[in-house]
């Protein structure tokens, strides 16, 4: 190393990129750093949110993607009444559908036991999930990279990194999107940032590769049951990201197993298919047994979008995997079980349907960006770094580690700072008419399991997310023809019909109350006090909610 490279007047970057080929081992103080910016970034928008509130709103605590967010809310609410296979609160009895997200029924016991509510709780799960990741980022990579700078790079690159999106920009005419579509499954912020089920997943995902390789390596009962154990509780957290997670897992564990000489593979597959299948043929009955989960599965299509959004979501991770695939040298037998793991999810992406017929195929980029951070951080120390040094020396390649760092931050802070200026703007329900919270969640104890209010659109989904009551014009894709029906609504009942009108509409639906916020009150075209059928059971701060009392037929 050059005098030059070591005076004091080298820049920021260059101190950066020579600290990142620090030779010596990763330690907790670096882990405890890099968990802290991660948290911190995924909390800024929840903080924003909460401290910009309008005066008379309430912050509920949620940044993204809110009708599914509400909707575990609800879970969580349906828990708190000690369901555990919960009721989906939705349309009439006989409509709503039952699943299993064990997640929500967790966060439900916590809010029992804290005293917190369902939204203070999934943000501390949230942010504890992005913390543990960290952790088990390093514990994943040490075993295909050793320790040291590989390591730093690795882990701050899946944890803080993303993709390239940002190099195109914004233009969401041209559906290129890097604040959105190249974050779902590909990069831990967004996970951290929006859905707790994400970043558990994650964290599951990757231990349970771990330890059923370490099962493979040593025979040890240990390992295999804690793999088998979170591969099977990955499962029962949440539907739809067991099928990921077994793919993965299963071609990972008989990749290790094949590579073992088959010495020790029977009794670690074995734990997995005894703890996995359950799960999964468990969330399969329960979606294929009831009418309008069918309805919810063909609602949900998670297509993939154009592969170009994958070379540029994947950024930095994929272009040095690319590199370490083309690369002569043969790739170590622990990083071969990445290459498995990147061809066979890979190929499902494009797969359309998944077993059984879930449609969920875009979900096999979760966790993608791991095993392709893991060869393409082999490639560059092994390849291209050791060339630039011989080359440039040793700050010139600290300086493309550097780069390559930054290079991955520009989305993530588009995606903060879209994030902070949607809870900024005050939107529903983002924001939320304190004195509606406060009525939604008087239906704790005002409504029974056996009624369903009807409501507008946003309160249609804040009451099940606040009090767990079932409303008539729920999540869309849990309501056949809610668009439809929401139009109906507001013709049929909201206008100027009929009081017989008013009745067959509410008896078609199956309602039971009707509540009536700022929303309602502005499509409301008669006076309720004028409807014999309407009884008041909650009136406070101009909010009103009633209960229909034989309507005429």
């Known amino acids: 190393m050059t005098a030059s490279q070591d005076s004091p007047g ?21 882990l405890a750093l890099v968990a802290l910016l991660l948290v911190a970034a995924a909390a800024l928008p929840c903080a924003v949110g909460y401290v910009r ?49 064990g997640l929500s029924v967790a966060m439900g016991w916590v809010a029992t036991a804290t005293g917190m509510e369902p939204p203070t709780a999934h943000l501390a799960t949230r942010l504890l999930a992005a913390a543990v990741l ?4 390093a514990l994943f990579f040490r075993g295909m990279l050793g320790n040291g700078a590989p390591l730093r790079f690795a882990v701050l690159s899946v944890a803080l990194g993303s993709g390239l999106g940002w190099v ?20 831990a912020l967004y996970a951290a940032s929006t859905l707790a089920h994400l970043t558990t997943s994650w964290c599951l995902l990757l231990l349970s590769y771990h330890w059923l390789g370490c099962a ?32 993965a897992a299963f071609a990972l564990t008989a990749w290790r197993a094949r590579e073992a000489g088959w010495r020790r593979p029977g009794g670690v597959l074995l734990t997995f298919l005894a703890t996995g299948c359950p799960a999964f043929l468990g969330q399969a009955w329960l979606t294929y047994s009831q009418p309008v989960m ?25 272009m040095l995997a690319a590199g370490a695939l083309l690369d002569r040298r043969r790739i170590p037998g622990r990083q071969r079980v990445a290459v498995v793991w990147i061809v066979v999810c890979g190929a499902l992406l494009y797969s359309y349907r998944t077993p059984l017929g879930l449609r969920f195929e875009r979900r096999f980029a979760d966790v993608l960006v791991v095993p392709l951070m893991a060869l393409g951080t082999r490639f560059l120390f092994g390849r291209v770094l050791p060339a630039i040094e011989a ?29 902070c200026e949607k809870v900024n703007l005050g939107l529903r329900p983002y924001s939320t008419p304190t004195p509606e919270v406060h009525a939604s969640r008087a239906l704790r104890t005002l409504a029974t399991d056996g009624d369903t209010v009807l409501s507008h659109v946003p309160a249609s989904l804040v009451i099940p997310a606040l009090s767990g009551t079932a409303t008539v014009l729920s999540h869309p894709h849990w309501r056949p023809g809610h668009h439809r029906l929401q139009k109906r609504a507001v013709a049929e009942y909201w206008g100027e019909p009929s009081a017989s009108a008013r009745a067959a509409f509410l008896r078609e639906v199956g309602a039971t109350m009707v509540y009536i916020g700022q929303v309602e009150r502005e499509l409301l075209k008669f006076a309720p006090a004028s409807d014999p059928s ?13 209960r229909i009392h034989a309507p005429p037929r």
């Open 216 to 247: 493979v390596r040593t025979g040890s009962r240990r390992f295999a049951a804690a793999g088998g154990a979170a591969i099977c509780v990955n499962g029962l957290l949440h539907p739809y990201h067991f099928v990921s997670a077994s793919v």
């Open 391 to 419: 080359a440039r020396g040793r700050t010139a390649a600290g300086l493309v580690v550097a780069l390559l760092l930054v290079a991955q931050i520009p989305s993530n802070v588009l995606l903060v700072q879209r994030l």
């Open 294 to 318: 069918r309805h919810v599965v063909e609602q949900s299509m998670n297509l993939s979008p154009h592969p170009l959004e994958y070379v540029l979501g994947f950024g930095v991770a994929g």
């Open 10 to 30: 080298a820049g920021v970057l260059e101190h950066a990129a020579r600290t990142m080929l620090d030779p010596r081992p990763v330690g907790w103080r670096f």
């Open 53 to 101: 509130a309008a005066p008379g709103e309430t912050f509920l605590g949620f940044v993204d993607d809110w009708p599914d967010v509400l909707m575990y809310f609800s879970f969580a609410e349906r828990a708190m009444r000690g369901e555990i296979v919960t009721t989906v609160p939705c349309g009439t009895p006989d409509q709503r559908p039952r699943i299993l997200s």
């Open 168 to 187: 195109v920009g914004p233009v969401e005419t041209s559906g290129w999107n890097p604040t959105d579509r190249w974050h779902i499954g590909t990069v």
């Open 134 to 137: 960290v952790p088990v980022l």
């Open 534 to 546: 309407m009884i008041p059971i909650y009136e406070k701060d101009g909010v009103s909610i009633y």
